[in-house]
């Protein structure tokens, strides 16, 4: 799958696709049944499938406070799109310069002449352009002028009214992680690249692995049971997710200690799986009261996942 970020990179090439426009945050069920019908359409026309996101998303450049939690980066989004069968992934910046496009110069500037688009499919409560002034009645017009299609992703949906980003971070906050499965159509997990943290865990025998959360807000806060990804192999963990305020943190991080595992995991990609969450994050009096928490974390998430699982899982099950 081709990354295109950015409008300066689109080039006479890009013109002529079969294109999608929205969020995709999760790539979800009701995302893929989107995404199979519109890769039907592009071979039928035989023409490239092209998906198109906003990075970051509009909520989080107005609205960043209100703007809602994450499922997945724009890496994620990437990879899941590719596993899809999609052509090609274009990224636009989108910042107040660009929230102040006309809704016409939207549709003539880059629809028609960058991309020449001869299928859109989007919902019907899309906006876009200076104050969302542009919505889907508009694009139908546009289309019978343009001759091009334009479709509603309802009318691509079957019976998957239900899935939606919003359903699924609601299982997530609340902890029901199997129904969230079931929408994703995988288990949710959060990757990212280990960075070298205050290295405080090792000092009281709980080495972490330290991941920063490359999102506006994290859909998850709290202390969970987990399990680790590393390449092929799978671990149990026990991982902590907020801002660590015992120790004045600020920054909202993934911490996961990793069980049986020793090794330099410093500018490695993981997967975090959350299986089960043990308590909220707190504040504790002391790095003491800390430690003796942590101990009892730990030997809590263990108890949980050997319940759950036979054993340390050593492969990954593809």
Request: with cysteine; proline share 3%; glycine share 8%.
């Amino acid at each position: 799958m081709e990354l295109v970020r950015g409008v300066h990179n689109l080039s006479a090439k890009h013109t002529g696709c079969v294109l999608t426009i929205g969020k995709f945050d999760g790539v979800h069920l009701g995302h893929q049944a989107v995404l199979k019908r519109l890769k039907q359409k592009a071979n039928e026309m035989q023409l490239p499938s092209a998906v198109m996101v906003f990075e970051p998303q509009p909520e989080e450049v107005f609205a960043p406070i209100d703007a809602p939690a994450r499922l997945s980066t724009l890496r994620d989004k990437a990879t899941l799109l590719a596993e899809q069968g999609i052509d090609r992934l274009i990224c636009i910046r989108f910042d107040k310069r660009f929230a102040a496009l006309s809704p016409e110069a939207f549709i003539r500037d880059l629809l028609v002449e960058k991309l020449g688009i001869q299928y859109l499919v989007v919902g019907d409560d899309f906006r876009f352009g200076r104050k969302r002034a542009g919505d889907f009645a508009m694009l139908l017009d546009a289309g019978k002028r343009e001759q091009f299609d334009v479709v509603n992703t309802a009318s691509f949906r079957l019976h998957d009214s239900r899935i939606s980003s919003t359903a699924i971070r609601e299982s997530i906050e609340q902890n029901e992680f199997e129904i969230a499965h079931e929408m994703l159509g995988r288990p949710f997990s959060i990757s990212g690249k280990v960075i070298h943290g205050n290295k405080k865990g090792r000092t009281i025998g709980f080495p972490t692995a330290n991941v920063l959360l490359n999102r506006c807000r994290s859909p998850l806060q709290g202390v969970f049971a987990v399990t680790v990804t590393l390449g092929t192999i799978r671990y149990f963990g026990v991982a902590n997710i907020g801002s660590r305020p015992t120790i004045d943190g600020t920054r909202v991080q993934l911490e996961v200690h990793i069980f049986k595992y020793s090794g330099d995991l410093y500018g490695k990609r993981i997967d975090v799986t959350p299986i089960s969450k043990i308590r909220d994050e707190i504040k504790f009096n002391s790095f003491d009261e800390l430690k003796k928490q942590i101990s009892l974390d730990a030997e809590k998430a263990l108890t949980l996942l050997t319940a759950l699982f036979d054993d340390v899982i050593t492969e990954s099950e593809n």
